[in-house]
């Protein structure tokens, strides 16, 4: 049961905030180190740099020990689309003692230095908005814990071609059971017309 | 393929289509219509006693009608099951009087007009949809007369001919003479890469048939002209190269341009004009026989099956993964996988890759026989709580039970919850809590992104799954658009709330944008219908305290609609530009004196 209290959302909290470059994916266009100074003035950023890739293995580590030595409760990366690296963050922040779902990104990549390549300085007052704005929301995140839930250990396969048959037998071998539904009357699908195949010049079925 | 017959744990449908999906990740509730074979599938042995009295004669589908077959047949001879069928549509019918002569003839008596279609339910935990591929049908294409002149063949039809299983036993002959052609003549990317006619994409696996059908033709007829005509030939694969350098080496010739028309000769065989780059002249050749190498189309079941697991397309029409690279086997939504053609054009080789890899993404979620959920599910604070039934009416999963007579506070199954949010936006106390999407945590975003120069920015909300995705897609394909833009990410554009949109308002935003996934693609069934409803609602009000309802904007994005994402973004920057600041101040009076601007607490609209 989660109910947020106005007034203590914004107190005590240690926000540590990392500005990825991505390479030159983002600091091509996008100055970097800039949106951290720009966020770091924000309540509650207890950290804020500018890292070469955050993802990588040492872009990782660096963010852990700060968690440890500044205490920090909270993190915001600022980078590529959550649709892309939100699961490895959230891994780095609970391997680090935080609950995954304390952290937030800014994507800096994909709706900003990859979209405004011709407008560094737009771009980057846009990625300084991102990120403060993730800063925000990141401030009145609240902890949350997944709930177990039961699983049906079988598989629906859906066509009897080659890729379903594969992907059936691959699943039963391994011992999952599998329905494997066909439209037509036999299983084969286009590949049980064909004659040879390439590479290997032999036949089909 | 006997294989899959005959494993235990395979349970085999066939004659079957998935006609209902429901549930989530771990148990998905499938329904499946199971269509009558009237031929007992364990009985039967397949002696073929039965199609030998059948007096239907119709063209074999398996061999594109290049033979025949019977009302009562075995689709193909290595056929799983291999159970005869009856087609009824074609049949006499089981009376005694006008038929019923296999009926008398099969010793076993497997034959039951009586048996009926059977629903079908299986609870399962996870999905992969290999649905494959259709042929493109070139009749469009009538410059290659393929409706027109009998000895033009596709692709396919030529593989039965060649095939010693094939309604010739392997003798290619032509149709019209059914004698074996001195010349014959392939023509590569019929239905792919036209912008016209046909598709745009690259089809995969035309050049390396082509190229493996010329090696088999030479291998049975040295002597047999055979030509070539293509754009340039993608031998892209491992051992690909060696097998087109073996066909040019044994007298294959490959000329680079696309004919134009073709022409029927008096004695039935080609005229092929041809704009040859190679030479920069205009060729005529005289074939006995033409072949079309047509391209992979998505599967007829695609669309269906794509709005009952909501799943997104490409705009080729081809499911969409979640990521390009990195995630080429999984659905945006968990637990359903693809594997094959369905996904895009590929060969047997990266289908079975794909099937296998498929297979191993399904078990790694299967195998601790648990699953942990996303805690992004809806609350109810049951002291502001005044049991409307607003929220049981709007929650698309039926995932929220309240007694509005007994005036007892509702109750979220968070189970069956999957998060979409619509429930707390269309609450009208305040009484439910969306974890991870909280209004406090949405309204602080918006109060951050319009604290400075709020003018020049405009507000967009997207859903995860298609209109945030449709801008990552966007920026994959580095499409450039005006920088004003600030998306906020809800998990569903059902999640807007009114407040959201007038709290944008009141701090100077110029254009608010909401924008989901098409109708009919919601990745929450249909709780778009809700956003729609509300984003029209707020228009209407807009309208009446006097602000303009332009600067309030709905678009539809699908994921693969990147080029749509960037678009909207132009279109919006110019109706920006028209809102002028003193219609800004105007609004931010007009809702002063108006109803709640921010909602501090809950429950204090």
New interface residues.
């Given amino acids: 049961?989660?109910?947020?209290k106005?007034e203590n959302?914004t107190t005590g909290r240690r926000v540590g905030v990392y500005v990825c470059h991505c390479g030159l994916n983002i600091a091509r266009t996008v100055d970097c180190r800039k949106v951290a100074e720009a966020v770091a003035e924000m309540e509650d950023v207890a950290v804020a740099r500018d890292i070469p890739y955050a993802c990588s293995e040492p872009g990782q580590h660096s963010i852990k020990e700060d968690i440890a030595e500044h205490r920090l409760d909270r993190i915001v990366v600022a980078s590529c689309?959550?649709?892309?690296h939100e699961p490895t963050f959230r891994q780095m922040v609970q391997s680090a003692g935080l609950n995954p779902?304390l952290l937030e990104m800014a994507?800096l990549?994909?709706?900003?230095s990859?979209?405004?390549?011709?407008?560094p300085e737009?771009?980057t007052?846009?990625a300084v908005?991102?990120t403060?704005?993730a800063?925000?929301?990141v401030?009145?995140?609240?902890p949350?814990?997944?709930?177990?839930?039961?699983?049906?250990?079988?598989?629906?396969?859906?066509?009897?071609?080659?890729?379903?048959?594969?992907?059936?037998?691959?699943?039963?071998d391994?011992?999952?059971?599998?329905?494997?539904?066909?439209?037509?009357?036999?299983?084969?699908?286009?590949?049980?017309?064909?004659?040879?195949?390439?590479?290997t010049?032999d036949c089909?079925? | 393929?006997t294989?899959?017959?005959r494993?235990?744990?395979?349970?085999?449908?066939?004659?079957?289509?998935?006609v209902d999906v429901k549930g989530y990740v771990?148990?998905?509730d499938?329904k499946?219509l199971k269509k009558s074979?009237y031929v007992s599938e364990n009985e039967c042995t397949a002696c073929g006693e039965c199609a030998k009295v059948c007096p239907v004669v119709r063209p074999d589908e398996?061999n594109f009608g290049l033979s025949s077959r019977k009302a009562i047949y075995s689709?193909?001879p290595?056929?799983?099951?291999s159970a005869y069928?009856i087609n009824v549509n074609e049949c006499l019918g089981h009376n005694p009087v006008v038929c019923a002569k296999c009926v008398e003839v099969c010793d076993k008596g497997c034959i039951n007009f009586h048996m009926s279609d059977e629903e079908i339910t299986?609870?399962?935990?996870?999905?992969?949809?290999?649905?494959?591929?259709e042929?493109y049908d070139p009749t469009e294409l009538d410059e290659y007369g393929y409706t027109r002149f009998e000895n033009v063949l596709t692709s396919?039809e030529f593989?039965?001919l060649?095939?010693?299983g094939?309604p010739t036993r392997?003798r290619l002959v032509r149709p019209t003479d059914r004698r074996t052609p001195g010349s014959i003549g392939f023509i590569q990317c019929v239905g792919s890469r036209s912008a016209r006619k046909g598709a745009s994409y690259c089809s995969n696996v035309c050049c390396?048939?082509t190229?493996?059908s010329t090696?088999?033709l030479k291998e049975h007829y040295p002597d047999m002209d055979v030509k070539v005509f293509y754009i340039d030939i993608r031998a892209f694969?491992?051992?690909?190269e060696?097998?087109y350098t073996r066909s040019r080496r044994l007298g294959v010739k490959y000329i680079r341009g696309l004919p134009g028309t073709v022409e029927e000769r008096a004695d039935a065989g080609l005229r092929v004009a041809v704009e040859n780059s190679a030479t920069n002249s205009i060729e005529f050749h005289d074939l006995d026989m033409l072949v079309l190498a047509v391209g992979v189309k998505p599967?007829a079941?695609t669309q269906r099956?794509q709005e009952m697991l909501g799943l997104q397309l490409t705009p080729d029409g081809f499911f969409l993964e979640a990521?390009p690279k990195?995630q080429p086997v999984d659905a945006a939504t968990r637990g359903i996988?693809y594997?094959?053609?369905?996904e895009g054009p590929k060969?047997?080789?990266d289908?079975?890759t794909?099937?296998?890899a498929?297979?191993?993404r399904?078990?790694r979620?299967?195998h601790?026989?648990?699953?942990?959920?996303?805690?992004?599910t809806s609350?109810v604070?049951a002291e502001h709580c005044r049991a409307c039934g607003k929220c049981a009416e709007v929650c698309p999963y039926n995932a929220i039970t309240v007694d509005t007579k007994k005036k007892t506070p509702a109750v979220v199954n968070?189970?069956a919850c999957a998060g979409c949010g619509t429930c707390a936006a269309e609450c009208p106390f305040g009484a439910i809590?969306m974890?991870?999407f909280?209004d406090?945590?949405?309204l602080?975003?918006i109060?951050?992104?319009l604290?400075e120069d709020p003018q020049d920015?405009i507000l967009a909300f997207a859903c995860?799954w298609c209109s945030?995705?449709g801008?990552?897609y966007?920026?994959?394909s580095?499409?450039?658009?005006p920088?004003?833009v600030?998306?906020?990410?809800t998990m569903c554009s059902g999640r807007v709330d009114e407040s959201f949109i007038r709290h944008g308002f009141a701090r100077r935003a110029p254009i608010i944008l909401v924008s989901g996934c098409h109708i009919g693609d919601c990745h929450y069934i249909h709780a778009n219908h809700w956003t729609e409803k509300r984003v029209a609602r707020f228009r209407k009000k807009m309208e009446k305290l006097g602000i303009r309802p332009e600067r309030l904007q709905l678009e539809w994005i699908s994921a693969a609609e990147g080029t749509r994402f960037?678009s909207i973004m132009h279109r919006l920057e110019e109706l920006r530009k028209e809102v002028s600041l003193e219609e800004i101040e105007e609004t931010v009076r007009i809702l002063e004196n108006g109803a709640g601007v921010r909602r501090?607490?809950?429950g204090s609209e």
């Avoid at chain 2, 399962?124 to 494959?132: Q, Y």
């Avoid at chain 2, 594997?339 to 369905?342: F, I, S, V």
């Fill in positions: 049961m989660i109910v947020e106005q959302r689309s959550p649709r892309l779902y994507n990549r994909e709706h900003c990859w979209v405004h390549m011709n407008e737009e771009a007052r846009k908005d991102l403060r704005m800063v925000a929301r401030r009145n995140l609240v949350l814990e997944p709930e177990v839930l039961p699983l049906t250990k079988r598989t629906l396969v859906i066509g009897g071609g080659v890729a379903g048959i594969q992907a059936a037998l691959d699943l039963a391994n011992g999952y059971d599998v329905v494997l539904v066909e439209k037509k009357p036999s299983v084969g699908g286009t590949m049980a017309k064909l004659d040879k195949t390439f590479p010049m089909s079925i | 393929m294989d899959v017959g494993h235990p744990r395979i349970k085999l449908l066939t004659l079957s289509e998935v771990g148990n998905f499938v499946i074979r398996f689709p193909f290595q056929a799983v099951p069928v299986e609870r399962v935990g996870t999905i992969v949809v290999a649905t494959g591929m042929p396919l593989e039965r060649v095939n010693a094939g392997g390396m048939n190229v493996k090696l088999v694969g491992k051992g690909f060696d097998l599967s079941a099956l990521h990195l996988f594997a094959g053609c369905a060969d047997i080789k289908s079975v794909q099937a296998s498929a297979a191993a399904a078990i979620l299967m601790r026989g648990e699953i942990l959920t996303e805690p992004i609350e604070i968070t189970a809590t974890n991870h909280t406090v945590q949405i602080d975003q109060d951050t992104l604290e920015k995860n945030y995705a801008a990552d966007a920026g994959v580095r499409l450039q658009y920088p004003n600030r998306l906020i990410r960037s501090d607490s809950p």
